[in-house]
């Protein structure tokens, strides 16, 4: 339907069943209406109004059913302008980061960077630690924050933290049994920090679950079904670090970093990135 006009002149003729009416709400007169009518009935090849001597003006079945679709064109065709207004002035920041620092540092920081740029509008995405870097050099991330994979150009900043002991506050083992653990299948890294850990205080644990997704190992935790191993920083209720409720030893430090691209880095990332660096600060 190319006419949108003829299109606003049927639904005001269909809401007031007055082509008088309708005339004077779209500021127009009614011999307009009753052309844009007469066109739109034309061009579907069937009458959309009854309106015979003596009785009241109504929409035949097929103008009901086309009033229907009409409506939805227009909305459609509000939509877009609205959308291509929108476009001209967005600012955005395209953030990549990890499932877990999403689930915790992340969540923090957007609620402070929303108070000093409440008109940017953010995308994030969610990939493994290795995988940021190789969005942010393709240009489909802005930023990268996650736990550090060794340093490389563009690092903003990188605090240690140290990886604990993470459950559900339900969780209960005594000294003497095994301790189950969960980690992603991949993540070989932090599995071996836990039973290096272990081995050094004569504890023995054993991986009970595995899962290939953060949200997949989270589950067993949550059903407490077994530990893993995260960053301090990254332990948001109802997770908790148990580790010395349990007796289990300390682990070691690891990094979290956030890495840019000098060349594309806009205020707005830089303010995100600063936020985010001051809530690992902070914690």
């Known amino acids: 339907m190319k006419d949108l006009n003829a299109l606003e002149s049927f639904i005001v003729a269909a809401d007031t069943l007055n082509f008088s009416v309708a005339a004077d709400r779209r500021n127009t007169v009614q011999s307009a209406i009753s052309t844009h009518i007469r066109k739109l009935e034309a061009e579907i090849g ?10 009241p003006m109504s929409l035949t079945a097929e103008g009901e059913a086309f009033a229907v679709y009409a409506r939805r064109i227009l909305g459609l065709s509000d ?42 509008q953010i995308h994030i995405q969610c990939e493994r630690s290795d995988a940021l870097l190789a969005l942010l050099d393709a240009g489909e991330i802005d930023v990268a924050f996650m736990m550090d994979q060794g340093r490389r150009a563009g690092r903003e900043f990188v605090e ?23 980690f992603l299948t991949d993540g070989r890294d932090l599995r071996a920090y836990a039973f290096e850990a272990l081995d050094r205080v004569d504890r023995s644990g054993y991986l009970a679950h595995l899962s290939p997704h953060p949200i997949g190992v989270r589950a067993f935790v949550l059903a407490g079904l077994a530990m893993t191993v995260m960053p301090a920083t990254a332990v948001a209720p109802p997770l908790s670090d148990l580790g ?40």
Not at 47 to 53: D, P
Not at 86 to 101: C, P, Q
């Open 46 to 55: 069937c009458a959309l109004f009854e309106r015979g001597r003596g009785k």
């Open 79 to 120: 939509e877009a302008i609205r959308a291509v207004r929108g476009a001209r002035t967005l600012r955005r920041v395209r953030l990549g980061t990890t499932v877990t620092l999403a689930m915790s540092v992340v969540t923090k920081a957007l609620r402070a960077f929303a108070e000093v740029e409440p008109d940017v």
């Open 160 to 182: 240690a933290t140290p990886l604990v002991w993470v459950g559900t506050d339900a969780f209960e083992i005594n000294s003497a049994q095994d301790v189950p653990l969960v």
């Open 244 to 283: 010395e409720h349990l007796g289990l030893p300390p682990l070691t430090d690891v990094a979290l970093s956030l890495y840019r691209d000098p060349k594309r880095s806009s205020d707005e990332v830089k303010t995100l990135s600063t936020i985010l660096n001051e809530q690992l600060i902070s914690r």
